[in-house]
């Protein structure tokens, strides 16, 4: 089946440096998104890319989706204390029944020290 | 305010005992969906429902059951087949893909159930 292999698997950095991450498949998706998860809680979406090679930011961070449908990075600028989590890239893609079937890497965790 | 609501936030079942974890939403979303999170892993999608009075088995669907009465509200019964029940449980919901113009809709989560074992 698909499958996403996101590294790095952990990260533990000094507050104000920046942070890259990302996902890779030997599938194509037509999708990509990424989200942030705090410990006990629901993931969040951070960023959504909809077209092969899309670059989009929010905030500090920035996402791109890769031109061949198959990668995406996510950068994180000057990073911060509440920076910490475990962040997931996902690839959507579509299935003959209209389905969007989301397809899920394992996480980075990311660690900040003050 | 808009949102999908999981309860209760913690759960214990006991050997044999089916538990039935809730899951609403007021995003007047079709779609709603189940994953499983175990530590260390990505979300595995246990099943999943794009409108009322249907739905669908996802990768790890065994042990478990759900329905899809309502619009709103998509539970999840957790069987005493499933025999490793212990795990972050997580609800989703999205807007239903309209059509090939229409970009897709990403999932959006509730907070969460964690399930152990007594």
């Known amino acids: 089946g698909q499958q996403l292999n996101q590294s790095p698997q952990s990260m533990f950095i000094q507050e104000g440096e920046d942070v890259s991450m990302n996902c890779t498949s030997s599938s194509i998706f037509n999708t990509w998104l990424w989200y942030k998860q705090d410990p006990g809680e629901g993931p969040v979406l951070l960023i959504a890319l909809y077209k092969a090679g899309e670059l989009t930011s929010n905030g500090r961070l920035t996402a791109q989706f890769g031109i061949t449908r198959k990668d995406s990075f996510l950068n994180i600028s000057a990073s911060i204390p509440s920076d910490v989590g475990i962040y997931f890239c996902a690839g959507q893609l579509s299935t003959s029944g209209g389905y969007n079937k989301l397809i899920f890497g394992a996480g980075t965790r990311l660690a900040v020290h003050p | 305010d808009g949102g999908i609501t999981q309860s209760p936030k913690y759960l214990f079942r006991k050997e044999g005992q089916n538990v039935t974890l809730s899951c609403e939403q007021n995003?007047?979303?079709?779609?709603m969906y189940w994953y499983r999170q175990d530590p260390g892993q990505g979300l595995r999608l246990i099943y999943y429902?794009?409108?009322?009075?249907?739905?669908q088995k996802g990768d790890i669907a065994e042990g478990y059951s759900v329905s899809r009465e309502k619009k709103e509200s998509f539970p999840l019964t957790v069987t005493s087949a499933q025999k490793n029940p212990t795990a972050f449980y997580l609800c989703?919901?999205?807007?239903?893909?309209?059509?090939?113009?229409?970009?897709?809709?990403?999932?959006?989560f509730g907070d969460g159930t964690r399930l152990s074992i007594l």
């Open positions: 995003l007047n979303h079709d779609a």
């Open positions: 429902s794009q409108i009322v009075n249907d739905f």
């Open positions: 989703a919901s999205s807007i239903t893909r309209r059509g090939p113009e229409h970009p897709n809709q990403p999932q959006h």
